[in-house]
Each structure stands twice: as structure tokens, then as C-alpha cells.
């Protein structure tokens, strides 16, 4: 099978904007994007999910998608996946999140048990300790301050090895992804991202579905040691750590990744 674009999205009733790939019968999995981003950051690692269904969407007031309709929080994200789930008549899926979309499925599966196959939690942060976690709350505050793009040419250095920055246009299209975001919904969801975590850590009841936890060596938002936590948590989670890359590892190396989730729920499945 193969995956071409662009393509035509939907739009749900609450404005998200959405697609379904592959065979009607295929495996569901729902692919959530990171803060500042679009679902075209998955187009990469489509071809390694030929044969599943697979449930593309934008973020409130990311890409083309509506802005939230309440201050956003990891809820609101939650519930915008419900609402899409039911909008396309799915009662289940596996649930693949990058980063704060890693955050948004923990949320999904704490609010929406029965729904959720699996979860894959693609370098998401977690527990940051004191001292990270008022840098991170500084950063979002600065975009409030002063605009979307205030820390965007720090983050890419954060997010990509210098090899790739140079000779890739990773740089330029995250640049325009971020183009795309209206100012106040992500001013909202920085702050969720930066601040979201406190009620990820050890939840009661815990997470309890299987679960894949997968960041890069050099991730420095996103660390090994935060997948460490996360995984600890949750009971039979399966841990990964890629070598060398940087946050948007997935962009770089995208069959490192893929393949690595794509054989995960393959294993779910049997």
C-alpha cells in the first residue's frame, strides 16, 4: 500500500481536523503530535503502518484545526480524542503519543480505560525535578510574553543533532508547523506541556494497559531517566532507548521508530 499527499482532511463537529487511512479492517491506532506541530509529522512512518486504520488529527488550534473550546488541559486533549473516536465509530484503538501527545494518551487512558488497546509514549517528559521543571514553566511563560517563536531557535538545537539541522529542511517544516499554530492555544498548551506532568506522576489508579516507552539518548526534555519513571509506573511497560538522537529523533530516523511501535502492537494483537 502506499500513502500519498496531500490529502484531503475531514472536519469533525468541535473543528478537529482529521483523517482515516488504510483497510477498514485494519488494526486502529490513533497518532497524536507533539506541542507546536501537525499530524504531518507522521507521514514518514505511514508506510510501515500499511494495513492498519489509522486515525490522523491536528491538535485544538494546531494545523487546521479549531481552536479549543475551554482553556486547553490535558483533559480537553483527552476529550477531543473521545469525541473523534466516536465521531469515525471507533469504541477502541491503540493510542500513539510524541511528546506532550505522550502525555495527552496517559491522560486518555486514566479517563477512557475501555477504550484504549495500548499505548506507545514517544519521548514524553515525565518528572522533572524541581529545578527542570521551573525552566520548563519559564519557557512557557515567555511564550505568553512574547510569542510562539520566542524559543524556537534554542528548541531546535534541543530537538535535532546539528548534522541534520544543516543538511535536512527538518528545521524549516517544524518552522511552518509552528506558522500554523494559533497564538493562544499555544500559549495554552505550552503551559499543559510544561505544567501537565504533576498529575501524570504515580496516578492512582495506575496506568494498566501495555504499554510501549520509547525516548532518545540525548533527548534533554525528554529523558531516558523520565521514561525510567514512566515505565516504572505502569506495569509490564516495555522500555526503549534509541542511541545519539535528540528530541524529534521520530524526524531524523523515522524507521527506528516505526517499526519498533508497529511490532509492539503486533504483539498486542496475537
Not at 125 to 132: E, L, S, W
Request: glycine content about 8%; overall charge negative; aromatic content about 8%.
Amino acid at each position: 500500500m502506499t500513502w500519498t499527499t496531500p490529502r484531503v482532511s475531514e472536519r469533525a463537529p468541535d473543528g478537529t481536523a482529521f483523517e482515516v487511512l488504510g483497510p477498514e479492517d485494519g488494526t486502529r491506532v490513533v497518532l497524536i503530535h507533539g506541542l507546536g506541530l501537525s499530524r504531518q509529522l507522521w507521514e514518514a512512518h505511514l508506510p510501515a503502518f500499511a494495513g492498519h486504520r489509522v486515525l490522523l488529527y491536528d491538535l485544538y488550534g494546531h494545523g487546521e484545526s479549531a481552536p479549543p473550546p475551554e482553556a486547553a488541559s490535558l483533559t480537553v486533549f483527552s476529550d477531543q480524542i473521545a469525541a473523534l473516536m466516536d465521531h469515525v465509530g471507533w469504541a477502541d484503538a491503540h493510542i500513539v503519543g510524541f511528546s506532550i501527545g505522550g502525555m495527552i494518551n496517559r491522560r486518555f487512558a486514566l479517563d477512557f480505560r475501555a477504550r484504549v488497546r495500548s499505548l506507545v509514549i514517544l519521548n514524553s517528559p515525565h518528572d522533572r525535578g524541581d529545578a527542570a521543571q521551573a525552566a520548563v514553566e519559564a519557557r512557557a511563560q515567555s511564550v505568553r510574553d512574547q510569542g510562539a517563536f520566542s524559543t524556537f531557535d534554542a528548541a531546535l538545537k534541543r530537538w535535532f543533532t546539528p548534522g541534520y539541522l544543516e543538511n535536512s529542511d527538518g528545521g524549516a517544516l517544524v518552522r511552518h508547523w509552528r506558522g500554523q499554530v494559533d497564538a493562544e492555544s499555544y500559549a495554552q498548551t505550552a503551559w499543559v506541556l510544561a505544567h501537565g506532568v504533576r498529575e501524570l506522576i504515580a496516578p492512582i489508579p495506575a496506568v494498566d494497559v501495555p504499554t510501549l516507552v520509547m525516548t532518545c539518548e540525548k533527548d534533554s526534555g525528554s529523558t531516558p531517566a523520565m521514561s525510567e519513571g514512566i515505565a516504572a509506573e505502569i506495569a509490564g511497560a516495555e522500555l526503549v532507548i534509541v542511541p545519539e538522537l535528540q528530541h524529534l529523533g521520530l524526524m531524523e530516523r523515522p524507521e527506528l521508530f516505526a517499526a519498533r511501535v508497529v511490532a509492539f502492537l503486533e504483539r498486542v494483537e496475537r
